[in-house]
């Protein structure tokens, strides 16, 4: 997961170039998508399926490491039980936990390595360093 959204590339670009603070982010939130996320859209997961960000805060992933510019979830979250069947195909986080889909900015995204499908009464799990995020 190492896709930065248009909206942290402009905030991050600001900051470190025009010395622009970047809006405080109170909460952090991870979400599912059905589709493939972009850098504009997260094809999150529709609400009503069972489906909520997980929230994360600001302790919901290590500190990073240094040169090598890479976090991970310090965390596991779980989703579900999904309502219905779905193929999951990606993941973002977000800086609000708000159930609304695609509510907030979304500040990274990426492809699962592995699709996963869930069923009806299924639940999914991001495992305790299952998450990278890195600048490289």
């Known amino acids: 997961m190492a896709n930065i959204s248009a909206y942290a590339e402009k905030a991050m670009l600001d900051w470190m170039n025009r010395n622009v603070a970047p809006a405080t982010v109170a909460s952090r939130a991870i979400g599912l998508s059905t589709g493939a996320p972009s850098s504009v859209s997260g094809s999150e997961m529709v609400t009503g399926s069972g489906y909520t960000r997980q929230a994360c805060g600001t ?6 490491s240094s040169p090598a510019g890479t976090t991970k979830n310090a965390s596991a979250y779980t989703f579900g039980p999904f309502l219905t069947a779905y193929s999951i195909t990606g993941i973002q986080i977000w800086d609000t936990a708000a159930v609304a889909v695609d509510t907030g900015n979304m500040h990274w995204y990426g492809n699962l390595a592995t699709a996963r499908t869930v ?18």
Request: hydrophobic share 55%; proline share 0%.
């Open 119 to 136: 069923a009806s009464g299924d639940s999914l799990v991001v495992a305790v360093d299952a998450l990278t995020l890195s600048l490289a």
């Open 59 to 64: 302790t919901g992933f290590s500190t990073a």
